[in-house]
Every structure is written in structure tokens, then in C-alpha cells.
């Protein structure tokens, strides 16, 4: 894939970039190495002063990266400034916190002293997708830097300029030259630079079959790696929720970021009991959204990121379609330039579908009738996925056995699934394996030393 800017709005080609030659990814390697010898020794406060400055920069020119975000990939121009703001928080949050989340821990045993001391890795090579173009990068930057290693970011081939301008961000911060830098290359180039020695671990959000490129890439060269994989998270609705706030918060889990998250609600489990009017009030609502130009302010939903997304997305849908699949509205592309599909709503799922056992990625909700709560939970954890989970009850039991039962790395109870950087964040079967944020997702990549001393007799 070329690395460029394509307006999804309109399909035209904004800036292409080219690729880096070998040279220089052997110049940028080697300063990574040169800048972790002397980076990880500076104190925490140091640390936190330039990720500061970071945060500063982000909230200072929030709707100059959302520009730059929207263009790139189409979300609206509301939700982008909410994300740059976002990044700032997570750089915030890891400033204050991140000397606490690695202090030493001590241990009693029969040790004159015991602890664990946790400390940097080095280079972390960052493989980063293009729907959250800033925030999939800052929530493994902040935390990657304030521990005291250094990041390796190659970002989608769409998404250059966003990748550029948080390079920037660090440099304008005062980072060292080398504590944060991006490389423009295409993925077929990223295994060669897994393997060389001075990359110690690697982190990746994306698809399954990117994850398991870099896994095994990662696994024959005995190196850490935190994989953020897809998900088809279930929504679940039980009698006893307030079913108007629960259609309303479907509409807003299934839409956000133009259908393209994989925390997106994309499995609607509704009880039989008040199925009928949850599709009902579900499908008006979803039907009413205004689909547009994403710099609008009134807009409510965008184009997908690309053309091939568009049509993967449409044949999946005709396939769900011409196996039994019911369309309440939409079903279809919309009849204008760019990127743009009707939200829609399916019902009738047949077991075998695309859209009852792949992740659509777009405005596509599939609703499912569960008879009682075991088949609430049965319906739910019927998926290889396992990334989060929304339930929506009043009653008590059920909430504890959706906390317990279900099979997913994070249950949002009466919420949607939202990422937050004090909460960590990561999935289980096929969504990937590692968290992200809060203080286990800071510690992923340091050496958790156990530290031993028996004083001389």
C-alpha cells in the first residue's frame, strides 16, 4: 500500500510520502539504541516535565491535529479534538503517576531485603492502526516513554501525516532526537526491523493477521510483545434496564469513530421480552443519524477510512443478507463521492454469517434475541473474540454474572466499552493478549527484576 493522505470523503489524493530507504531506517535504529543508553537514566521528574510539555502541545493545538486526523481518515471533526484532548490527558496521567506505578515493591521473605524494581526495556517498535490515528500511538507512547524506554513507531500507510505530527509533538516537548521516532514504511518491512537486536519488544493494535505476523515474529526472537486485536463486542440488554437509554447508547457504541472501533458495540443481545421494541426504537434511531461531511458540525457520521473498507463492508453484508439476514433500515453504500455506507440494522442472524462470526467495521449492528440470561451470555461468548463487553440491567444477580461469565478482557456495566488511561485496557482469545494503560499497561515493558539481599553475618 502507498504511504499517503486519501480524503475518505471525497477519494482524492491529499500528499504522498516515500518510503524510507535502508540507510536511514539504520540511522533511526541506531539513534533509538545511542538515545536509551542515557534516556533511561534520567530521573522521573525529568520524564514528566517533557511529557508534560507534550500534553501542553496537544491541548494547545487540538483542532490543528484534528484537521489533520479528520483528512486523514474521515472521523468527525468532533470527535478528533476530543481524542487530541484525550492524548493530552493520558500524557498527564503518566507524568503524575508514572514513578508511583513503578516504585520498588517490597517483598518480605527471609531476605534481609527483598523487592522488585521494575526498569526499561529500550526500543519498543510500535505497529499502530489508522482509526484512532493519535490516540492508539499516546496511550503506548506516554507510558512507554515515562518508564524510560524509547518508541519505533510505524503507523498505517493512510495515516503519514498524523504519524509526522506526534513525532513532532516529542520533539517540540524536548525529548531527546531519538526517544520517539517515526518510520514511514510498509508493513511488508516490519518483521526485518522486529528482528534486529536493538528492538527489544513490540506492541500492535490491529487486525488477527497482522497480530500473528508480529507474534510470531516476536516469539522466534524471544521478544515481548502486547497484541490489541480485533473484537466483536457483545451489547446486552435485559429486561430491567431503562431500554430508551439502552437504544440510545447503542446508537452512540455503534457509530462512534463511523463504526471503525474494535471497542464498538457490534453483537446487540436484546431479551425476547422487550426485543420488539428495542429494534423498533433501535432502528429509528439509527435511521434518523446525519450521515455527512465530517468537518459539519451537525454531522453525526462519516466515511469509512478507505474504499476497500467500503466494499469489504458492503459484502458482508450481502452475504449476512442473501443468507437469511433481515435489514430493519440501511443495508447499503450511500449514492455520493466518498467512502459512505447507510447505517444499518440486521436482524435474523444466521449462524455461519459474516455478521454473526467476523467484525463488521462500520455502522453495521447485528441484533440477536436471547430467551433468558444464560442465553444472553451464551450468545455473547459465542465469538473467537474477547475484547469488552456492555451489559445493561438493574438487577443485581445479573450483573455478577455478566462480570463473571462473560468471556471478554473488560465488562462496562449500564456504559458503553470506552478506553480510560487509569483503567487497563486488552482483550482475551482472539482480541490479543497484554494490557494497555493504568499501571499494568506501564509495566508491560520493563524487566520486573527481583532484587534479593542477605546482609553479610
Known sequence: MAIATINPATGQVVKTFESLSEAQIEVKLQKAADTFLSYRKAPFAERAQLMLR???ILDCEKESFARTMTTEMG?????AVDEAAKCAWVCRYYAENAERFLADEVVETTASRSYIRYQ???AVLAVMPWNFPFWQVLRFAAPALMAGNVGLLKHASIVPQSALAIEDIFRRAGFPDGAFQTLLIGSQRVDRILGDPRVMAATLTGSEGAGIEVGIGAAKR???VVLELGGSDPFIVMP??????AAATAVKARIFNNGQSCIAAKRFIVAEAIADKFERVFAEKMAALKVGDPFEEETELGPLSTADGLADLDRDVRKTVEAGAKVLTGGQPLDRPGNFYAPTVLTNIPKGSPAHQEELFGPVASVFRAADLDDAIRIANDSRFGLGASAWTNDKQERERFINDLEAGMVFINRMVASDPRIPFGGVKWSGHGRELGAHGIREFTNIKTV???EAP
Open 240 to 245: 430491567s434496564a431503562n431500554l430508551e437509554v
Open 120 to 122: 526499561p526495556l529500550g
Open 222 to 224: 524471544i521478544k515481548k
Open 452 to 454: 534479593w539481599i542477605e
Open 54 to 56: 507534550a500534553a501542553a
Open 75 to 79: 472521523k468527525t471533526f468532533r470527535s
